[in-house]
């Protein structure tokens, strides 16, 4: 049973930066791609950013590259999302997947498994 939890969402004000963790409950954690994505209000849920089993490849929406950061650590099954500069259009809420193949992915279809996901508000 693979179980997701998030942490680190919360209020931010423009400018600001978040960092967002992702526990995974995964027995070989190397053997799964990991996302995040994310779900604003009457929007469909689009892909913030994933990264392929191995961490050497990531892949990023265009609207947060030279924003934010992806990245694993497969010794702690941690999966992380470094947020900077954060606008008010990144408010969200933000989902943690994995993915029972090694490979990048960027649909959120190619993901088998979902966390509960965190709310990311950004406002002054």
């Known amino acids: 049973q693979v179980q997701l939890v998030e942490s680190g969402g919360g209020l931010v004000q423009p400018g600001g930066s978040l960092g967002l963790s992702c526990a995974a409950s995964i027995r070989v954690f190397s053997d799964y791609a990991m996302g995040w994505f994310r779900q604003a209000p009457g929007k469909e849920r689009e892909v913030v950013a994933a990264i392929s089993g191995s961490g050497l490849s990531t892949t990023y929406a265009d609207s947060v590259k030279g924003r934010f950061t992806i990245s694993r650590d497969n010794a702690k099954n941690m999966l992380s999302l470094q947020m900077n500069s954060l606008k008010p259009e990144d408010t969200a809420v933000y989902y943690c997947?994995?993915?029972?193949?090694?490979?990048?992915?960027?649909?959120?279809?190619?993901?088998?498994?979902w966390g509960q996901g965190t709310q990311v508000a950004v406002s002054s």
């Open positions: 997947a994995a993915r029972r193949y090694s490979l990048v992915a960027r649909t959120s279809t190619s993901y088998d498994y």
